[in-house]
């Protein structure tokens, strides 16, 4: 029923690019909590045959960017929500680079007007493969939601990078999340 795919090709993009949500899942090494986050937006990008990246515009956890510093796991996944049921997943090993560090503003060019975004998430894809998503149900898209975008809204820029420092040094396992710079010296 599955079909594996050599390289992200024109009809993964299409349906890739269809989808309006997709879902990010990773693991610490050894015992630990296993991370699934639902993402929206237009925040993934393909950036080749076997590389993505999404625009990480924050949350409440730090696992994602915490998982990928200790062993760099990612799985993406895609649902089709109308249509024909498919799902897609993309396994690989995944970087994260944030607001703070070297190289945040050329990836975070790849984006449009997103404020306040805390990281850039790229991954090198070594398995694209779908399967028949019979088990997702059909759902309409009404629309993005907003709160994320407005929650940041009225802080000046320092005041959202000290939240961030504070907010996501850990994670729930303890692991490393965001590094202030003088600190990672």
């Known amino acids: 029923m599955s079909k594996i795919y050599e390289t992200i090709d024109d009809k993964v993009t299409a349906f890739i690019a269809a989808q309006k949500m997709f879902f990010v899942a990773t693991a610490p090494s050894g015992h630990g ?3 699934l986050s639902p993402k929206g937006h237009d925040t993934f990008r393909i950036l080749g045959p076997h590389e993505v990246a999404y625009l990480d ?3 409440s956890g730090i696992e994602t960017v915490a998982h990928l510093r200790q062993n760099g796991r990612i799985t993406f996944m895609f649902c089709a929500m109308d249509g024909p ?3 897609l997943r993309l396994y690989g090993k995944g970087h994260a680079v944030c607001f703070d560090e070297p190289g945040f503003a050329e990836k975070r060019a790849l984006y449009g007007d997103f404020p306040k975004a805390r990281a ?4 090198r894809i070594s398995r694209i493969q779908d399967s028949c998503g019979w088990g997702v149900p059909l759902y309409e898209f009404k629309g993005e939601r907003d709160q994320l975008l407005r929650y940041n809204e009225h802080r000046t820029d ?3 990078r000290e939240r961030r420092y504070t907010g996501n040094a850990l994670s729930i396992d303890g692991l490393p999340g965001l590094i202030r710079p003088e600190e990672a010296e």
Do not use: C, M, R, S
């Open 57 to 59: 515009l924050g949350g």
């Open 158 to 160: 320092a005041e959202w």
């Open 85 to 87: 049921a498919k799902i």
């Open 120 to 123: 850039v998430i790229t991954a």
């Open 33 to 35: 909590h296993v991370n």
